[in-house]
């Protein structure tokens, strides 16, 4: 059975929206003795993106902190295809007893907007308009 190695110990980053972790931890894919597994470091930063807010807000579970830092950290660092990432999730979530039908939620959450956090659309559209926010900032500067 799938299992993670430590409970998660998160702290905020100030004015960033973005947590860290303070302890890292392991998850492993199948059985401890498969060897298969995924480490979240300790102070890896992450923001919950991966995970679909509408489902976060419905009602944030401390059973669900684990594998949404988990499916941040696949999401982030593109351990794996995107489908092989939400199964892992979904497992994980099972893993810390969370119901199926709470499961299945968040696991068709992530299914049907995983392009959004997987090719970072968000930071993507942040940026370009931070950039031409700057951009306009530097011309009514000059002309002026």
Excluded: Q
Aim: charged fraction near 20%.
């Amino acid at each position: 059975m799938s299992v993670f190695t430590e409970n998660i110990w998160i702290a905020p980053l100030p004015k960033t929206g973005k947590w860290i972790t303070t302890k890292g931890f392991r998850f492993y894919i199948y059985e401890v003795w498969s060897g298969e597994y995924i480490d979240v470091p300790a102070w890896f930063e992450f923001d919950w993106c991966s995970v679909p807010i509408c489902i976060l807000w419905s009602k944030i579970n401390p059973k669900t902190i684990n594998p949404c830092c988990l499916h941040d950290r696949l999401y982030k660092k593109k351990l794996y295809w995107f489908h092989f990432s939400n199964r892992i999730f979904f497992k994980a979530l099972r893993s810390n007893s969370i119901s199926l039908f709470t499961g299945t939620k968040y696991l068709l959450g992530v299914s049907l907007f995983w392009w959004i956090s997987y090719y970072n659309i968000i930071d993507r559209l942040w940026t370009s308009i931070r950039r031409r926010l700057h951009l306009s900032e530097k011309i009514s500067d000059k002309i002026k």
